[in-house]
């Protein structure tokens, strides 16, 4: 495929039309939204995967990414450059989030899916100068190549489709990615479960045997185990802005709860990590579960 720099999605006299191409991990289709010019909506095999705004980077779509942009607004003093790690890229939503809201940051984006990462390259091009380096890798292989104690804030979002990879559930990955962050750095997951919630605990108890701080952040629906859906994990040595973020999350149009301390050792109870030769992909989720907010 040859690049072609700047260009936006396909165009049909002035009007935006979907964009669709096989990659390497499925279909992939960008699909306008045409209620709010300059925005797509990136889906693999069906499912929603990214929405990103080409002409306001700071306005984030997606329920969950919102609360993972309130880990990165709370993350640092407002404005100051951070290094970034994000595992998943997708449509480099929250990169160039960061990049509007934090510019001098450095960030290093890993994506498995190199066809995937062509297209969106093609399609929806960065902006020049934003600091953000992207490559085709595993995650697990990226972090054993990243140096200990080199990124300020860690993003998990990866997705073989509608299911977080086995190799990315276990603890030692918990551990691969706790040795990458500096001293007071934050690492974030996007994950999914429903009731019982047998593979979100295994996520809590392997980050609780790593990170000396865990909060959780879910709309109360999910919590309670009425659907199946996103939740955001959140560690780190350092203590948490916790109540900043149950500020945040709160205010937010689909308002999320922020569970921590001794109502999230509540909710991990008895849960066990996951050992590498037991790994399974994260549960399927039913047809519907996801929407745009």
């Keep these: 495929m040859t690049p072609v720099t700047g260009r936006a999605a396909s165009e049909t006299a002035g009007e935006p039309t979907p964009v669709t191409r096989a990659v390497d991990l499925g279909t992939a289709r960008l699909l306008p939204d045409l209620d709010r010019e ?3 909506l990136l889906t ?31 993350a640092a003093p407002a404005g100051r450059p951070l290094d970034l790690l994000h595992l998943g890229g997708g449509a480099l939503t929250l990169p160039r989030y960061a990049a509007a809201t934090r510019p001098g940051s450095r960030q290093r984006v890993v994506e498995a899916d190199g066809a995937l990462a062509a297209l969106v390259a093609d399609r929806l091009a960065l902006p020049p100068g934003g600091g953000i380096a992207v490559e085709v890798a595993d995650a697990r292989a990226a972090l054993a190549d990243t140096r200990p104690a080199s990124v300020d804030v860690l993003v998990s979002d990866v997705f073989g489709g509608s299911r977080i990879p086995a190799h990315l559930t276990t603890l030692g990955y918990a551990r691969a990615c706790a040795r990458v962050l500096r001293p007071g750095g934050v690492y974030a997951a996007n994950l999914a479960d429903a009731r019982p919630f047998a593979f979100l605990r295994s996520q809590l108890a392997a980050c609780a045997a790593v990170f000396g701080e865990l909060c959780l952040i879910a709309e109360p629906g999910v919590l309670r185990g009425r659907r199946f859906g996103n939740a955001v994990l959140v560690a780190s040595h350092a203590p948490l802005p916790a109540a900043e973020l149950a500020r945040r999350a709160a205010a937010d149009p689909f308002p999320a709860r922020t569970v921590h301390g001794l109502a999230l050792r509540d909710f991990t109870g008895d849960a066990a990590p996951v050992a590498e030769g037991a790994a399974v992909p994260s549960p399927r989720p039913p047809d519907g579960a996801f929407r745009v907010g």
């Design 38 to 40: 300059g925005a797509w």
């Design 44 to 74: 693999v095999d069906d499912a929603p995967q990214s929405y990103v705004d080409l002409a306001d980077p700071r306005h984030l779509e997606f329920e969950y990414l919102r609360r993972i942009g309130h880990v990165l607004d709370a």
